[in-house]
């Protein structure tokens, strides 16, 4: 259930985006930031970071600005940006959670059931359960900082599970992003493919989220085998 819930909210983002692509002026835009961003790499890269990292320990959604990055930097430079920022942002709110917020964070985290099962978990298999929690994302990435900073999960699982975890979602959502400059050179009359090119990147773009899909979906039958074996 949870598995087809995400997958249909990915592709109504993937479908809202385009279809905002060829029905709003967005190409100008676009344009207009990305060559901002060529032209002040430095700033472009700072700004972005220091806005992934306010976001993420304001937990708020920080999907689109993980594909600004892919479309602003590419994939490699992309990846790099959002992967590292948003790894120093989890560490942020997992000190904030452990040492300075405490009392705060876990009157509003220790009612939640799904909270509960994880800690219990991660008291058997600490770094497995981040790890598979961070790929199903069964709480919201930014939530899931906090929380694990209640559990008894060491810095360094803490820190391996969430920078490994984390590689496969930031992937996705950064190469989507790589996706949007091909689509305004589209729209903007630079670019014209034809049927075996289109096909070609469908079927790319198809691929990839399978992949994705799956690797998801068999983490998440091992997490669930690890929550229920915490109540036996």
């Not at 959604?61 to 892919?70: F, I, R």
């Not at 694990?148 to 360094?156: C, E, I, P, Q």
Request: proline share 3%; aromatic share 8%; with cysteine.
């Amino acid at each position: 259930m949870l598995l087809a819930l995400k997958t249909l909210l990915l592709i109504i983002l993937i479908g809202a985006l385009l279809l905002a692509a060829f029905v709003l002026p967005v190409e100008q835009v676009l344009i207009t930031i990305q060559n901002w961003a060529a032209t002040n790499p430095s700033s472009a890269l700072l700004i972005l970071a220091a806005c992934l990292i306010v976001g993420t320990l304001l937990m708020l959604p920080v999907s689109l600005m993980t594909m600004l990055a892919g479309f602003l930097f590419g994939l490699i430079q992309g990846f790099a940006l959002v992967w590292t920022a948003g790894l120093f942002a989890s560490v942020i709110a997992f000190w904030i959670s452990r040492y300075f917020a405490r009392t705060w964070i876990e009157r509003r985290i220790r009612r939640n059931p799904t909270f509960t099962a994880i800690d219990k978990a991660i008291r058997r298999k600490g770094l497995l359960v981040v790890l598979l929690t961070r790929i199903v994302m069964i709480l919201p990435y930014p939530a899931l900082n906090y929380s694990l900073g209640l559990t008894s999960v060491s810095l360094r699982n803490y820190v391996i599970g969430t920078g490994i975890g984390s590689a496969l979602p930031v992937f996705l959502f950064v190469y989507l992003g790589t996706t949007v400059s091909n689509v305004a050179a589209i729209i903007n009359g630079d670019v014209h493919l034809g049927n075996t090119e289109i096909l070609i990147a469908a079927s790319g773009l198809i691929v990839i989220i399978a992949v994705v899909l799956l690797i998801v979906r068999a983490s998440g039958k091992i997490l669930k085998e690890e929550l229920l074996a915490t109540r036996q």
